[in-house]
């Protein structure tokens, strides 16, 4: 399995979602992973960001308070929880990973995976 982003769907207003960014090639622990959202017609934005260095965790402010970040060891992966869902959400979400530290900026991440489709909609 190559970088993907898994979980999306469609939610009502105050829903919750919770993705997975996954990778069997690479020890997802070993590398900093963070997550976009890219809705129609918008530049693609950093949403949330943990660090494989220091453990430091990113949000974008419209999302901090709502979602959190974590990395399942057992699974190899980095999940996104999302609370409290809002149609602003809505947006294909995207996993990237980079060596770095944690970073918001589209180009400081070497890989990116397929997106997966979240809609907020009642």
């Known amino acids: 399995v190559q970088l993907q982003a898994s979980g999306g769907g469609l939610v009502q207003p105050g829903g919750s979602l919770r993705l997975s960014c996954a990778d069997s090639r690479f020890p997802m622990h070993e590398y900093t992973i963070g997550w976009f959202r890219q809705a129609p017609g918008k530049e693609r934005e950093g949403v949330s960001c943990?660090?494989?260095?220091?453990?430091?965790?990113y949000f974008l402010a419209s999302v901090e308070g709502r979602f959190t970040v974590a990395r399942d060891i057992s699974k190899n992966t980095v999940d996104l929880q999302m609370n409290s869902l809002k149609p602003d959400d809505t947006a294909v979400y995207y996993c990237?990973?980079?060596?770095?530290?944690?970073?918001?900026?589209?180009?400081?991440?070497?890989?990116w995976g397929q997106g997966t489709q979240v809609t907020v909609s009642s």
């Open positions: 990237a990973i980079q060596k770095g530290k944690c970073s918001s900026r589209v180009g400081d991440y070497d890989y």
């Open positions: 943990i660090s494989s260095s220091d453990g430091s965790i």
